[in-house]
């Protein structure tokens, strides 16, 4: 809504209002249908993405997201036939390597099998010792914000 009410003076100084106000789409329902359905679409996106951040954390948000356009690209490359230089298809393989060794890192720390080797005691100890339901980072965040009130 806010951003609406900005673009407004964007619209005015480019001298595009008569043509905006004048625009057929305007009349149309479909239009307005659509223009609903896809902001209702996009507030659920953004919530479901402020969950995931409290869930896990925002470097796996960032990972997640940054895999699921990445998945998104692929599967419009491969649908519409598109041709793409070799350096292309190297750094979407990169990024997609990236975030699954991310997640087998995460999983190898959530399960309690990752072992740190100490050298002066010839111990094992685990990387993660929280084991609450969310990752060390994200309690760590939690705990300096009620700090802080």
């Known amino acids: 809504m806010i951003a609406s ?4 003076p964007v619209v005015i100084l480019t001298g595009q209002l008569a043509s905006a106000i004048a625009a057929p789409e305007l009349l149309d329902p479909f239009f ?7 902001g209702v679409l996009g507030c659920l996106m953004a919530w479901v993405s402020a969950m995931q951040i409290n869930v896990t954390s925002p470097v796996t948000h960032h990972i997640s997201s940054n895999s699921k356009a990445v998945a998104q690209t692929i599967i419009a490359v491969v649908w519409y ?11 979407v393989l990169m990024v997609v390597c990236g975030a699954l060794l991310y997640a087998v890192v995460r999983m190898h720390e ?3 099998n990752g072992k740190q080797h100490n050298n002066s005691q010839n111990q094992t100890k685990p990387l993660v010792t929280n084991h609450g339901s969310k990752p060390p980072e994200v309690e760590n965040d ?8």
Not at 5 to 8: C, D, E, G, P, S
Request: hydrophobic content about 50%; glycine content about 4%.
């Open 81 to 91: 036939h598109e041709s793409k230089q070799m350096l292309w298809w190297v750094s």
């Open 5 to 8: 009410v900005a673009f407004i």
């Open 32 to 38: 307005w249908v659509f223009l609903l359905v896809t």
């Open 110 to 112: 959530e399960s309690g």
């Open 142 to 149: 939690h705990q300096s914000t009620h700090a802080q009130v």
